[in-house]
DNA sequence: CAGGTTATGGCACGGTGTGCAGTAAGTCCA
DNA sequence: TGGACTTACTGCACACCGTGCCATAACCTG
């Protein structure tokens, strides 16, 4: 089991103090990322950048795309709440279109951020290729929703298909707001999602 | 420009005949993959495997996770063709519920191959992460074929999400399968793509 | 046999990611 | 003050991936 630091919300037990935050890292290396391209950015570039060991840094992070992914977790998880959090009145496609792409939502002063992050994810193929086990965490939670709404199991057809739509959706809609950045993200989404979820 | 062996249906013009192909590297990769994982199986697993050289594996595949994708090129292919094939008369969604499983169809004897294939293509990260530039191509396909029917431009948001539909719809179709190998994969795409392609 | 053509082999190199061992910098307690 | 403990950072060696470069092997035609 690989080492990791303590997260920021963990009870202060004592030992040598953080000289850096997965945060810190994070919004270093995307700012080169944007100046210099992906590829062409070293995790040395980076250390140094944020005067840091390159050692430090896979003890943030995995691997070198993950930083591109620090909101990930948050996003899941909001996700996964909202959708346990809805009324059963509320019909099942319309929970997953009001809250996936609430789920989303950020501060109007991350707007350029999210819109960096978004052109690097679905631009830059060695960053599409770190995207897939954060794109099925996404596909999963939906379908659990919608098979607990069926009282299925996870491997129906429909809760599956569901899933999908869900991703198919978000990703749809990211790639036209990069090709029309003055659109609203959260009205795009949730076009998407009307548009691509079944009416089951 | 990297070097590439010259493709089998090119004319003979004399040189050294190749001694190895990418049909026979894939097949002796794949069947590594399948014994002892993917990531536990390095290049130089398959090519001594293969009686090559680890540099001339490079020159048929530019990654390790390339060898599952040697039928891409052909699946790509036929699928656009049939789409250019089809007449006008067919609604644009029947078109693209017939066509997308008949242009990944592979005769019966490959069957045990494209389940494999299929199984580390959905549940291996390491090989899910090389897959977004295939997956790419194929809605991209999809999507140029909605955006000339519409009489629109590629970046017009219907044809974006018919093109994110049928990848989900396919992609969807395989997942289902590898847990239901019994069922007809060609019958269950068809089913996810009615489902996921809005009418339009 | 010479000259052209094509495939393979070997080697060095930069980059990623991991395991391990050591050290620095805090807290707590005697 | 001085340990003992805890946590975080560093340095190094290593395996693997993927690339560029050059040499060499094996076939063709004249």
Redesign the interface.
Known sequence: MPWMPTPTNAPDRGGRPAITSARHLAEVAQALFVEHGFEATSVDDITAAAGVSRRTFFRYFSTKADVLWVESAAELGRFRELLAGASRDEACRDVLCRTAPAALHHPPEEHTWMLHRAQLLLTV?AV??????RY?RWREIATEFVAARRGTGT?D??A??A???V???T??AH??WI??PGEDLKN?HE??LR??I?DV
Chains 1, 2 share one sequence.
């Open positions: 193929p599409q290729e770190k995207a897939a086990p099925a491997d057809l429909v599956i298909a899933g999908h739509a991703l198919a959706a990703l749809g790639q036209y090709a029309h795009l076009r998407f548009l691509l079944p």
